[in-house]
């Protein structure tokens, strides 16, 4: 998706329905700053605004994401593209929430060790040197539950029973026994555990074995 030529789009359409981008924003209930970013091409709507989008400027979503109206005879090719560039797009980001969640880790990991190195080695008065510890536990746990929240809902998880591929609950995620991204939980498709995978398409999924 070209969002340079979707926010030109955008603005275009604002336009013939002589809207600002103030009163644009104030009917999306955001600010003309996101507006102004979405025609410059710098950035694109949420997930969340885009209906309420389409229907202010009388388009649908398919044009909203070619950056143009789209005839009939083109419409189910430019929506099947744009699928296939959504899929593209949310892989690649998945990708990268995962190289983010072990750079936390690790990070957390790292402090932690510091923090007791610094607590164990250091002269100091024995209120400060719990503290320090403490802090750096907290600190640990804090990066582990923004890295496990990441892992929940980067990708998918694949059921080794039936294949079901889903997305689990931040509970199930949390509970679970693991080794490394693989989690011991229960398929809520077929209700039996199994130790699944993770996996960052629903498409390139291997099937499971049976």
């Known amino acids: 998706m070209d969002q340079r030529k979707i926010g030109k789009f955008i603005a275009e359409r604002r336009k013939n329905e002589n809207l600002t981008q103030a009163q644009l924003a104030e009917k999306l209930g955001i600010t003309d700053r996101a507006v102004s970013k979405w025609e410059t ?3 694109m709507p949420d997930y969340s605004a885009i209906n309420p989008l389409c229907e202010i400027l ?11 109206a789209v005839s009939m005879e083109e419409y189910n090719k430019e929506l099947e593209n744009n699928l296939l560039e959504m899929i593209k797009q949310k892989e690649e980001s998945d990708k990268r ?3 983010l969640e072990v750079f936390i880790g690790v990070t957390a990991t790292a402090v932690l060790f510091v923090m007791i190195f610094l607590a164990a080695f250091t002269e100091m008065a024995v209120w400060l040197r ?4 403490v ?6 746990f804090a990066g582990c539950m923004y890295a496990l ?3 929940q809902v980067a990708g998918y998880y694949e059921c080794r029973v039936c294949g079901f591929i889903y997305v689990p609950t931040y509970k199930a995620v949390n509970l679970a026994m693991h080794m490394g ?3 011991y939980m229960r398929c809520p498709s077929c209700g039996k555990k199994s ?3 993770k996996v960052l398409s629903r498409e390139r999924a291997k099937p499971a074995d049976r």
Request: aromatic residues 12%.
């Open 181 to 183: 991204r693989t989690r």
């Open 195 to 197: 130790w699944q995978k």
């Open 149 to 151: 929240r990441i892992e």
């Open 135 to 140: 802090f750096g536990f907290a600190l640990f």
């Open 97 to 99: 929430l995962l190289s």
């Open 130 to 133: 719990i503290s320090i510890v």
């Open 41 to 43: 091409g710098k950035s």
């Open 58 to 68: 009388k388009i649908s979503v398919n044009d909203l994401l070619c950056g143009e």
